[in-house]
């Protein structure tokens, strides 16, 4: 059965363009995989908490089959995270664009799924040099990004300025994530025909992806 885990990062509702046009497609794949499983993740109207020290001291801590218990909680919503982002195959992220990056909320819950001997894992080669290894592989991922300007896209006037999308390809690669297409929508900020076009058009890659994902 397949299993799909959608992540919604704008704190807007109704209003947001990335969470709209995510519907969009996972409507369209409901109906094409009318037994697969639909997980949701808020991000962007619920809170995840930020890096803290207790988290940084439990996360590295040097045993970590014999971390104390107290550590242990200081890590429980970090291993729900992970143990959810381990139990699908699909990932649907819906993102905006916040100034030229992705929101905190998402950046947080990256922060809390990337995480040493669960999602990756390091070993020092014979030089003593670090070596890391994804532990996430086989998996599919779809960012949906919404951009107020236009032209942040693979050979856009603006795309060295896009540190959106390609952070997620990153952070994503690192832990194994690397099948991974991105579909944004332009120019919010623009006349309101050039918007239409670009999230028709956008709307359009959608619907048909959907049928095959
Ligand atoms: C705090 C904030 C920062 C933004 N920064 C950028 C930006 O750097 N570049 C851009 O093109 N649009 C920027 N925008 C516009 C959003 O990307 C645009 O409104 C997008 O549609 C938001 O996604 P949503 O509709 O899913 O909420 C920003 C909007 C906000 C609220």
Redesign the pocket.
């Known amino acids: 059965m397949k299993k799909m885990l959608a992540i919604h990062a ?3 509702g109704e ?6 046009l995510a519907e969009v497609f996972l409507d369209v794949w409901q109906t094409a995989n009318p037994e697969a499983q639909l997980t949701r993740r808020e991000v962007g109207r619920a809170s995840i908490p930020h890096v803290s020290e207790a988290f940084v001291a439990a996360n590295f801590y040097p045993q970590p089959k014999a971390r104390p218990l107290a550590m242990q909680a200081d890590l429980q919503l970090s291993d729900e995270l992970v143990s959810e982002l381990i139990g699908h195959e699909l990932l649907v992220i ?8 992705i929101p905190s909320g998402l950046k947080a819950w990256i922060d809390q799924i990337v995480r040493m001997g669960l999602t990756f894992d390091v070993a020092q080669d014979s030089q003593g040099v670090a070596q890391y290894q994804r532990l996430l592989v086989g998996k599919k991922a779809l960012i949906i990004t ?5 032209g ?1 896209g693979p050979g856009g006037e603006y795309e060295a300025m896009n540190h959106a999308d390609p952070h997620l390809r990153t952070a994503l690669g690192f832990i194994g994530i690397d099948d991974i297409t991105v579909i944004a ?2 120019g ?2 623009s006349v309101a025909e050039v918007f239409r076009r670009s999230s028709d058009e956008a709307e359009g890659q959608l619907r048909e992806l959907a049928r095959s994902f």
């Open positions: 704008s704190p807007r209003r947001s363009h990335s969470r709209r819906s993102v905006p664009m916040y100034n030229f990056g919404s951009r107020g300007g236009s942040f929508v332009e919010e900020e």
